[in-house]
């Protein structure tokens, strides 16, 4: 009788599968499903993670460029690079890799397979953006191989074969933004799903532009850099504010609010550096004017530059100060709190429930810059400074300065005595030389850094990088002095690559790079030696 039951229960299952073969039947892949799905379902999550990725590492960028300092000093913030057992500043690595990845490919596929080419383009461009951020925080990285779903373990690319995938990737994101055949950006779901240009081609074409700009800007230290190739990217690429790339932020709950929101809680022990505040509060060698002494329509002192309201609050007791990246906040005692600076959400603590505190782009909802019109001006004006062209230098380095103020405007809490400070400011001949010939390059790269401070982190890096922290370029900063025990008396030039994936996973490919060397984050990257 036993023996009959099994027999009934394994003809059951028998004929229970075969009619459930149609059902069962769907993939090949038993890990997902054969048929892709429409590109713009992919679009804005792979936006978010690039941006939220720049921020998360950019936390920790920003303490090699003194955008800003941890309150309490050297004890959190001068070289957390050197630890490979952190994955803390490897979020891009994750954000390139996982979560654009192969997510990325999928909807450049589907955008060839259902003709819509503006995807395709679009995809390109990012995979490019991807390359040239993450090359330019950790040094080599993995391009050639990366992709291979037959490989487990993976060989990195030096920096010159990443460049020059970049160049090719935006060259063939272009041509794709610049078809006329397939969808148009309204029927293709470009417009809605792309949370940059919201499907702008024209604008996207002009933002590939200024990254070709960028890449090869990055090699001023090549005998091969040519300075007119960069002027000329630099042209055909953002026209104004009115193109910057900036990623929105919905604010209402944790997971679309920006990384850099009150809610998210991950700033609130930053401080903006002295360094930085010097150069909006008159007293850097590079832009103090004695005969603006005095001048100032609120403080009986130099005039401030207009975008210190705009880009940082005020201590408690309505001065503006930066910190010490050594002493942190401590260099004020308990009975001078009313001294102490703010945080960069206008609190004299470590958090913030009341969003009406934004300071600059540093709320839930506030936009980010990916890319922005003046960015590009101070690399104009620099390649010209370079190429001696100073009158194109001057030019440049003026358009960059006033997008910028105009750009900060819109976060400014005094209007009215912003445009005063603006006046006054400008008419400075040591913010702007009346003669190209005056115009120096440590202005130059100060008004950048001013312009990129809080998001360009790895451009403001890299351009230090560059000129190897020279305090005659970067007027007024000092490293921290002494450097790291590991750092053997070297500055950092790159970040180790993710602990969770490298450190654990691709063990020989990093020993070929000496990956386990204490003072590796220190090896200096390709395209900031000259060659």
């Known amino acids: 009788m036993k023996k009959i039951r099994n027999i009934c229960l394994i003809l059951a299952a028998v004929f229970t599968l075969a009619g459930c073969e149609d059902y069962l039947d769907v993939n090949t892949n038993p890990n997902g499903p054969d048929a892709l799905l429409q590109p713009e379902l992919f679009l804005p999550q792979i936006q978010s993670a690039l941006a939220v990725s720049i921020q998360w590492d950019g936390r920790f960028t920003g303490f090699y460029t003194q955008n800003w300092i941890y309150a309490t000093g050297d004890g959190y913030s001068l070289n957390l690079h050197s630890n490979p057992s952190s994955d803390f500043y490897a979020t891009l690595w994750r954000g390139v890799y996982w979560e654009m990845g192969y997510n990325l490919s999928d909807m450049i596929k589907s955008g060839e397979l259902n003709k819509k080419y503006d995807f395709v383009g679009v995809g390109h461009v990012l995979r490019a953006y991807g390359w040239q951020m993450l090359t330019d925080y950790h040094g080599p990285v993995i391009v050639t191989q990366a992709f291979d779903s037959e490989r487990r373990v993976f060989d990195y690319d030096e920096q010159q074969v990443v460049y ?7 060259l063939l994101g272009i041509e794709n933004l610049e078809r006329t055949d397939g969808l148009s950006p309204e029927d293709s779901g470009l417009g809605q799903a792309d949370l940059i240009y919201s499907g702008d081609r024209d604008k ?19 005998s091969f850099y040519d300075a007119n190739e960069v002027i000329g990217y630099v042209d055909k690429a953002l026209a104004s504010n009115a193109d910057n790339a900036t990623i929105r932020f919905e604010g209402e709950v944790s997971a679309n609010t920006s990384f850099f929101g009150p809610r998210r809680g991950n700033i609130g022990s930053y401080r903006p550096s002295k360094f930085f505040v010097g150069l909006l509060d008159g007293s850097n060698p590079e832009f103090n004017d004695p005969s603006l002494e005095g001048a100032d329509p609120v403080f009986q002192d130099y005039v401030k530059d207009p975008r210190i309201t705009a880009m940082i609050a005020p201590a408690p007791d309505g001065q503006y100060r930066g910190i010490d990246p050594i002493l942190g906040v401590n260099e004020w005692t308990a009975a001078e709190a009313d001294l102490v600076p703010k945080n960069l959400w206008n609190m004299p603590g470590y958090s913030d429930s009341d ?12 936009r980010f810059p990916l ?30 300065v006033n997008a910028h103020m105009d750009f900060s405007k819109q976060y400014a809490p005094d209007p009215e005595i912003y445009d005063q400070r603006r006046e006054q400011y400008l008419n400075s001949e040591e913010i702007i030389p009346t003669s190209p010939d005056d115009l120096t390059l440590s202005k130059i790269m100060l008004q950048k850094y ?6 360009g982190f790895f451009e403001t890096w890299s351009d230090m990088r560059r000129y190897h922290y020279e305090n005659t370029v970067y007027n007024g900063f000092q490293l921290p002095d002494p450097l790291y025990t590991d750092n053997n008396g070297e500055p950092a030039y790159r970040a180790r690559p993710r602990f969770n994936s490298e450190y654990m996973w691709n063990q020989a490919a990093l020993e070929e790079l000496n990956g386990f060397e204490v003072d590796y984050h220190t090896y200096e990257t390709w395209f900031s030696k000259p060659e």
């Open 204 to 222: 996207w074409i002009k933002f590939a532009y200024g990254l070709l700009a960028i890449n090869k800007h990055r090699l001023t230290n090549k």
């Open 371 to 400: 890319m922005t019109y003046s960015q590009l001006q101070f690399i104009k004006a620099e390649a010209a400074w370079i190429n001696n062209n100073p009158a194109t230098a001057l030019n440049a380095y003026t358009e960059g």
């Open 450 to 455: 001013i312009a990129t401070w809080g998001w």
């Open 164 to 170: 020059e995938e970049i160049e090719r990737l935006l």
């Open 355 to 366: 969003s009406s505190n934004q300071i600059y782009f540093f709320g839930n909802d506030a």
